[in-house]
Nanobody
Framework: VQLQASGGGLVQAGASLRLSCAAS????????MGWFRQAPGKEREFVAT????????SYADSVKGRFTISRDNAKNMMYLQMTSLKPDDTAVYYC???????????????????WGQGTQVTVSS
């Protein structure tokens, strides 16, 4: 299984970015997916998750109302639309695929695997 995150960059506060995650090597449409992030010196934290059918989403309180997670099962792609970015959003963003198919999407990073290299998001004030 390979996950390739992309779309990060350096932006000013208030800007928007769209992250993408390309998945291969697994029947993508059967698995929940999640975005997590890790800032320097901090643990990896939950950002958003989406169910295998795309009908269940969950967000961290810190990003609720600003970020939108989506997926395109036909393209094996997942996205994270980020708006109104803040300096606190600065981190490496990772996409993960759930360890088991179907089920309810988890907010715990231990329930996901194959993180890939991540993509850096830097928000300047």
């Amino acid at each position: 299984v390979q996950l390739q995150a992309s779309g990060g960059g350096l932006v000013q506060a208030g800007a928007s970015l769209r992250l993408s995650c390309a998945a291969s090597g697994r029947t993508f449409s059967r698995f929940n997916m999640g975005w997590f992030r890790q800032a320097p010196g901090k643990e990896r934290e939950f950002v958003a998750t989406i169910g295998w059918a795309g009908d269940r989403t969950s967000y961290a309180d810190s990003v609720k109302g600003r970020f939108t997670i989506s997926r395109d099962n036909a393209k094996n792609m997942m996205y994270l639309q980020m708006t109104s970015l803040k300096p606190d959003d600065t981190a490496v963003y990772y996409c993960g695929i759930s360890r088991v198919p179907y089920g309810v999407p988890s907010t715990r990073s231990s329930q996901y695997e194959y993180w890939g290299q991540g993509t850096q998001v830097t928000v300047s004030s």
